[in-house]
């Protein structure tokens, strides 16, 4: 069995930043790729940034450039680092990741979320 825990979210003023962590667990040999998604109240669900089992990365407009993704596979961990956070940026923040498991197998698996809120 494998999951997803994304951590992170807080409630920030515009301009501030987050970084937001995605930590698979269980029978995980690697997370082969990874993307992260957000979805507020009333809108449908947005894939934001991808990162691929090469490590090529791509980025939605609505976040490039204050956006970043990023892997570290010894700790099995996909982080999103977000900057010049934007109230439209307010949402649930979800991780989902394509991940190798040790029953030589590959699991898609979704985390349950984390918020993020951007207010003055």
């Known amino acids: 069995q494998v999951q997803l825990v994304e951590s992170g979210g807080d409630s920030v003023q515009p301009g501030g930043s987050l970084t937001l962590s995605c930590v698979a667990s269980?029978?995980?040999?690697?997370?082969?790729?990874a993307e992260w998604y957000r979805q507020a109240p009333g809108k449908e669900r947005e894939l934001l940034a991808t990162i691929d089992v090469r490590s090529n990365i791509r980025y939605d407009d609505a976040v490039k450039g204050r956006f970043f993704i990023s892997r570290d596979s010894m700790k099995k961990t996909v982080y999103l680092q977000m900057n010049s956070l934007k109230p439209e940026d307010t949402a649930v923040y979800l991780c989902?990741?394509?991940?190798?498991?040790?029953?030589?197998?590959?699991?898609?698996?979704w985390g349950q979320g984390t918020q993020v809120a951007v207010s003055s």
């Open positions: 989902h990741a394509q991940i190798e498991t040790t029953q030589f197998s590959t699991s898609d698996v």
């Open positions: 269980g029978d995980v040999v690697a997370i082969k790729s």
